[in-house]
């Protein structure tokens, strides 16, 4: 069954690879094309509530005008609620909807039924998921050097570390390609001096939907070295048993696997404050209070809802914090 397939956010890829299909993050495609805010326009144009979280309008707007994505994996649990309702619209539409759900408390045992039915929905064996992991890892094992040149050495910006572990998330629907693009990239970051870093940050929360955080932060003298959700989507944890390696992912379950990562990120990293990005009409948003007294640094939580540049209030309130923290 070859053909492209569009995901709502990170599922086990190693499957629709290894069926011969390809997997495309709809969020990707939304946030990097040139005109993301069509696809938002698109989405209220068809009777999408305004109060709504602009990612799922973008999602829509993309699934409703991309030909080429007949087949739409939805998560359907351990992402968002509006989830549901979009894949209703999808299949409404014509398209193919497969579900796939991760268990609230990341049970292993419920999550490889999980895996298995979504394996068996593609017509694969569990030998040639486990091959592809093995190709996969391969890429991966090179992103966490790129990560290790963020924040150990500060010859990669915290803008190409988010753009890279981001696009893992499917690959950019081409491996050999995403890896051949990666070891060039990696080739000149090696040879480059460090840069001047200046105040050490941490990203955590979904990616922004502004179209110009890191390059603003970056005006300001500050270095973000860790990208909490980009990196979790990139699957650096490296295990090596599929069903492990999506319960040792945090962006699903409960927060309290989040914090852990985030707290031991802060210290190995050494550092000096957590911008917390949270989207508006996101159920995440409550997530901000524990996140914020739990977490034993500076916090600051940013709010976003449409793609576009930072807003003058954003910025002031950047420049406002990383001062204060330097």
């Known amino acids: 069954m070859p053909g492209n397939v569009g995901i709502t956010t990170t599922v086990p890829i190693e499957v629709i690879y290894a069926g011969g299909m390809t997997p495309v993050d709809l969020n990707n495609r939304f946030i990097t094309s040139s005109d993301p805010t069509s696809y938002v326009q698109r989405a209220e144009a068809d009777g999408l509530p305004r109060n709504l979280c602009g990612w799922i309008k973008g999602l829509y707007g993309v699934g409703m005008t991309s030909e080429d994505l007949p087949t739409i994996v939805g998560v359907t649990q351990g992402d968002c609620s509006n989830a549901h309702a979009l894949m209703e619209l999808f299949e409404r539409a014509g398209k193919k909807v497969i579900p796939f759900s991760y268990p609230y408390d990341a049970d292993r045992g419920l999550l490889r039924l999980q895996i298995e039915e979504f394996t068996a929905e593609f017509g694969v064996e569990a030998a040639a998921v486990a091959r592809t992991k093995e190709r996969l890892d391969r890429i991966r094992r090179k992103l966490v050097r790129l990560d290790e040149l963020t924040w150990k050495e500060s010859r990669v910006s915290g803008g190409d570390n988010h753009r890279w572990l981001v696009s893992a998330s499917?690959?950019?629907?081409?491996?050999?390609?995403?890896?051949?693009?990666?070891?060039?990239?990696?080739?000149?970051?090696?040879?480059?001096?460090?840069?001047?870093?200046?105040?050490?940050?941490?990203?955590?929360?979904?990616?922004?939907?502004?179209?110009?955080?890191?390059?603003?932060?970056?005006?300001?003298?500050?270095?973000?070295?860790?990208?909490?959700?980009?990196?979790?989507?990139?699957?650096?944890?490296?295990?090596?048993?599929?069903?492990?390696?999506?319960?040792?992912?945090?962006?699903?379950?409960?927060?309290?696997?989040?914090?852990?990562?985030?707290?031991?990120?802060?210290?190995?990293?050494?550092?000096?404050?957590?911008?917390?990005?949270?989207?508006?009409?996101?159920?995440?948003?409550?997530?901000?209070?524990?996140?914020?007294?739990?977490?034993?640094?500076?916090?600051?939580t940013l709010e976003g809802d449409t793609p576009g540049p930072l807003d003058a209030r954003t910025q002031l309130r950047l420049e406002s914090f990383i001062e204060m923290l330097r």
Request: glycine share 6%.
């Open 170 to 300: 499917d690959m950019n629907g081409d491996p050999d390609r995403f890896e051949s693009e990666l070891d060039a990239f990696l080739d000149k970051a090696e040879q480059a001096a460090g840069r001047s870093e200046g105040v050490r940050l941490g990203y955590a929360g979904v990616p922004p939907i502004f179209t110009d955080f890191y390059e603003f932060v970056e005006t300001l003298g500050a270095h973000v070295v860790f990208n909490e959700m980009q990196r979790q989507f990139a699957m650096l944890h490296l295990e090596a048993d599929i069903v492990e390696q999506y319960r040792k992912y945090t962006y699903p379950y409960r927060v309290w696997g989040r914090l852990e990562d985030i707290a031991h990120a802060v210290e190995e990293r050494a550092i000096a404050g957590v911008i917390h990005y949270v989207q508006n009409f996101c159920y995440r948003q409550m997530e901000d209070v524990i996140v914020r007294e739990e977490l034993d640094c500076p916090v600051l």
